[in-house]
Structures are given as C-alpha cells and as structure tokens.
Antibody
C-alpha cells in the first residue's frame, strides 16, 4: 500500500529553520518524482519544490535560495530544509508523488496528509 | 509565476453537471498537454482526479472528465453527488525553470 507520512512541522520564529520529512512506503522515491506543495490558511495550493528521479531539483520563486529539497534513498525519505523562514511561509505542507509512464506525467498522483508549519514570534 | 485563473465557486443540484474552467497562458496550459485536476476536502489529502488533460487515474469515476482548448482547460463533473462537494484545483506544467503552477481553486457546492 502506498503511503506518504509527513513530519517535522511546528512553530518557529521568523528567520528560523525547520526540516520537514516525508517517509514513503509502498514505492521507491528515487524511481519517481517527489514534490512539496503547501496551502496557507484560507488560501489555495501552491507548488513549492520538486526532485526528479535523476536528482534535478527545482523551486518556486517564493522559496528559491531558502528551501532545499533532498532525498535519502536508503531510508526512502524526502526532505525539505527550510531556512530564513518568514510569516508568509505559514502553511500546511504536503508531500506528493508523481510517476513516469514512461515520461513524467507532470501530475501529483498521491499525497500525504500534510504537516503544519507556523512562522510566528 | 501567476496562479491559473479559476472561478471561486460553482454549484449544481444532485444529478446535474458542473463545469469548472482553468485559464492560463501559452507558457503553461496552452503550451503543454499536462493539465491535472485535484479534489480537496478540507483537512484531507488532495486527490488526483484528472491528469494529462483528460486521463483518469484508476478508481476515479467516469463522471469526471477533462478537456482543453487553447489556454483554457475544463473539468466537468456529471451526475453530481453529495460527496463531490469539495474544493477543486487545476495545475499545469509550465516548463523546466518553474515546472508547476496551480489554479486559484473552485469551491463546488452540491445544492
């Protein structure tokens, strides 16, 4: 059974750092592309970052230079390191899986339940 | 990268159809056949309903269909059911530099 479990959210002060984890089961993260998508309170979904199977990474302009996506193939976990956090980064952060069929479908086929990040003093 | 434009709300009675539009530009919706649609019940994980404009993942009822014309994509829900009441978001691939953009979201109400 495919599962994605996010963790690591919490309350952090502006300028602080947080690392989110997305533990995957039922498939191999390195064979798929994995993304982080966030939803601020009362707002819509916003794509944040993606890591493709080959290791290429991309970021939304709003987080470029502050966030880093990575994965640990041995643990089947995807991470999102978030530095220099701002109030506007407050959101539920979802981990999502995309897959190749045989090329990337450019969609997010399975999502986790999300983890809340609150940036406030 | 600006969000794709969706109507804030749509509604229909049980059994009726509702269509949601998603308008972008030639750099995203119009430039690629990579439009996807997501159903999101608040507090739950979003669910993929349509990908590559009109493909349905396994398990998604055929009441859900997608299409695209120019820079505008559409999601149609036929035979509305109470459980279809949710927020719906479109998304499009937008090229390698800034790969993905989501729509502003549409709240579907079943009257």
């Amino acid at each position: 059974e495919v599962q994605l479990v996010e963790s690591g959210g919490g309350l952090v002060q502006p300028g602080g750092s947080l690392r989110l984890s997305c533990a995957a089961s039922g498939f191999t993260v390195s064979s798929n592309y994995m993304s982080w998508v966030r939803q601020a309170p009362g707002k819509g979904l916003e794509w944040v970052s993606v890591i493709y199977s080959g290791g290429s990474t991309y970021y939304a302009d709003s987080v470029k230079g502050r966030f880093t996506i990575s994965r640990d193939n041995s643990k089947n976990i995807v991470y999102l390191q978030m530095n220099s956090l701002r109030a506007e980064d407050t959101a539920v952060y979802y981990c999502a899986r995309g897959y190749y069929d045989p090329t990337a479908t450019q969609a997010f086929h399975f999502w986790g339940q999300g983890t809340m990040v609150t940036v406030s003093s | 990268q600006s969000a794709l434009t969706q109507p804030p709300s749509a509604s229909g009675s049980p059994g009726q159809s509702v269509t949601i539009s998603c308008t972008g530009t030639s750099s995203d919706v119009g430039g690629y056949d990579y439009v996807s649609w997501y159903q999101h019940h608040p507090g739950k994980a979003p669910k993929l309903m349509i990908y590559e404009v009109s493909k349905r993942p396994s398990g998604v009822p055929d009441r859900f269909s997608g299409s695209k014309s120019g820079n505008t994509a559409s999601l149609t829900v036929s035979g509305l059911q109470a459980e279809d009441e949710a927020d719906y978001y479109c998304s499009s691939y937008a090229g390698s530099n800034n790969p993905y953009v989501f729509g502003s979201g549409t709240k579907v109400t079943v009257l």
